[in-house]
């Protein structure tokens, strides 16, 4: 079982920066494919962007290429989204998910797939 605590949401203005950390505890994500997903008000979740456990694979919707950057520090068993150039249509609960695998270039897209979820973190951006 691996525990998930999403941090660093907030409220920002257009244009603004924050970043996400997401927090792992009772065992490593060495092996994980991990994911940020986000949910907007009357909205389904979506993928904002996929990293495999390698860490040399990523995924980025195309709503966030080019503004969000995943990381993760294996050894700290800790995840980022750095996002840059916030926009009012990024307002949303963040969350981050992992899976198990023995791939390490898996990079999943699909929440179905994903075994673990953190519980959130709420972003708000104004205009």
């Known amino acids: 079982q691996v525990q998930l605590v999403e941090s660093g949401g907030g409220l920002v203005q257009t244009g603004g920066s924050l970043t996400l950390s997401c927090a792992a505890s009772g065992r490593t994500l060495g092996n994980d494919a991990l994911g940020w997903f986000r949910q907007a008000p009357g909205k389904e979740r979506e993928v904002v962007a996929g990293i495999s456990w390698s860490g040399r694979t990523t995924y980025y919707a195309v709503s966030v290429k080019g503004r969000f950057t995943f990381s993760r520090d294996n050894a700290k068993n800790l995840v980022y989204l750095q996002m840059n150039s916030l926009k009012p249509e990024d307002t949303a609960v963040y969350y981050c998910?992992?899976?198990?695998?023995?791939?390490?270039?898996?990079?999943?897209?699909?929440?179905?797939?994903?075994?673990?979820w953190g519980q959130g973190t709420q972003v708000t951006v104004s205009s």
């Open positions: 998910a992992a899976e198990r695998t023995r791939d390490a270039g898996l990079v999943e897209r699909r929440a179905s797939s994903y075994d673990y």
